[in-house]
């Protein structure tokens, strides 16, 4: 207890030298008794004061605890607004990303669907078969020009559906019957068209040339009969060959037949040859000979046959030259038949190519079959006039020309005229080989 007093009193000096008024009245001789009772009297005044001015503001203190309290419930109020606003930004951040996974899912979707549609619509495009097409099909002539349309777009949709067969597809089977019935209307008016263009060219006097290019400009018939009906695209090609192979035959045949006409009518025999005694019997109805003999091996103007002028000149007329008494020699006349087998043969090699669509050994085949005949006729009259000839500058002639021609199909590059220059090469190649031996022979 004693330790404890002495530490009260202790601290209670040590509160007392802290204090700085305190200190200053201890060491002065103030009365604490009576400093501690004004103390006390001057803390009761400030507190009836302090309580004064309390109840003074009591209605503002109310007025402002009522303020805070509102306060309070509207703070109270917006926290929980945000605390909402929150869980929606929340939710919404949410929604967003849903949103957003379903905007790539129907945008994937659509893409989807696009490329869907693209093909569905050349799908029924491609099977839809409009009226136009039936009606252009079914009533117009072939020869107009919507008709030749219409023709491409049902060749189109006939492959088409050839296609959708091959994968078994079952819209096809919706369109099969009403393509099938205009591929056979069109079939059977592009047959009756052509094969009428074809029985033109056998009319006396007809200028086939006009029908040709009738049927180039429809070149696209034959090539709609060789897709979609062999049978009577062979037809058609059976039938021109057939046709033209006369025609031709018939042509140079009588063209040939009308030339010799028109040759000179003393023609060199074997009498007339330099070397040969004269003692062959004169009477009344024997040949009198040449009067000048050197002039069968004279060249003289005969050689600008062989200039292009002449040589690329226009053919003769036999009846023309009949009306005017005019007489050529043989190489005249072999010119001009070879230069109309020549023109003619470009012609028709140009126009097989392109109409029925044939090239290579093809078309060669096309060509001999047309004009085979012709070209072995024409063998056949050369060696016919080789083997009873003694007119070697003529024979000789001849030669040359051909090898002119041969020269001209090679510029023109028309193989199968090649062709004619092989048929026709070694056949004189065999009728100069036989004039050499022939007059060789004479000696």
């Known amino acids: 207890t004693r330790f404890l007093w002495f530490s009260l009193v202790s601290t209670g000096f040590h509160c007392v030298y802290s204090d700085s008024s305190l200190s200053s009245m201890c060491f002065q001789g103030v009365d604490l ?13 400030i507190e009836q004061a302090s309580i004064k001015d309390y109840i003074k503001e009591s209605q503002n203190i109310a007025l402002l605890h009522n303020q805070i309290t509102a306060c309070d419930s509207i703070l109270e109020r917006m926290e929980g607004m945000l605390s909402g606003f929150q869980s929606d930004l929340s939710s919404i951040s949410s929604e967003i990303q849903t949103l957003q996974q379903q905007s790539v899912s129907m945008n994937v979707r659509l893409k989807n669907r696009q490329a869907v549609r693209s093909h569905l619509s050349q799908l029924v495009d491609e099977l839809v078969v409009p009226g136009a097409m039936i009606s252009t099909i079914l ?19 006939i492959n088409f559906a050839k296609e959708l067969s091959f994968r078994e597809t079952l819209a096809c089977s919706d369109i099969q019957d009403i393509v099938d019935r205009l591929k056979l209307k069109a079939v059977s008016k592009i047959r009756e068209f052509i094969l009428q263009k074809i029985y033109s060219f056998r009319k006396p006097m007809t200028n086939y040339q006009i029908p040709q290019n009738t049927l180039l400009k429809y070149r696209f018939f034959y090539q709609f009969l060789l897709a ?5 695209a062979k037809e058609i090609r059976d039938e021109y060959v057939d046709t033209m192979s006369k025609i ?3 042509y140079f045949k009588s063209y040939s037949g009308r030339l010799l006409k028109v040759q000179y009518e003393e023609v060199a025999d074997k009498d007339d040859l330099m070397g040969v005694e ?3 019997k004169k009477g009344f109805f024997s040949k009198p000979s040449l ?3 050197n002039t069968i091996f004279t060249l003289g103007q005969r050689g600008s046959i062989l200039s292009p002028a002449e040589l690329e000149g ?6 023309t030259a009949q009306r005017g008494d005019s007489r050529y020699p043989y190489e005249t006349l072999f010119r001009s038949q070879h230069y109309a087998l020549l023109d003619n043969g470009c012609r028709e090699f140009l126009f097989l190519s392109d109409f029925f669509m044939v090239a290579g050994n093809s078309a060669l085949d096309l060509f001999n079959s047309i004009m085979g005949k012709t070209l072995s006729m024409f063998l056949k009259s050369m060696s016919t006039y080789v083997s009873d000839c003694y007119d070697s ?5 001849c030669i040359h020309i051909i090898l002119r021609f041969r020269a001209i199909t090679a510029k023109r590059t028309i193989p199968a005229l090649d062709k004619i220059g092989g048929s026709a090469g070694p056949g004189s190649q065999q009728i100069s080989l036989h004039l050499v031996e022939h007059v060789f022979g004479l000696f």
């Open 33 to 45: 008794r009576q400093y501690s009772k004004q103390v006390e009297a001057e803390l009761q005044r």
């Open 139 to 157: 009533d117009s002539p072939v020869t107009e020009q919507e008709f030749l349309e219409q023709l491409h777009e049902l060749n189109n949709k």
């Open 228 to 232: 979609n009906e062999r049978t009577v």
């Open 248 to 250: 031709y035959f018939s």
């Open 278 to 280: 004269d003692t062959a």
């Open 291 to 293: 009067k000048s003999r």
């Open 314 to 319: 226009p053919i003769l007329v036999p009846h």
């Open 393 to 397: 500058i003529a024979i000789f002639l």
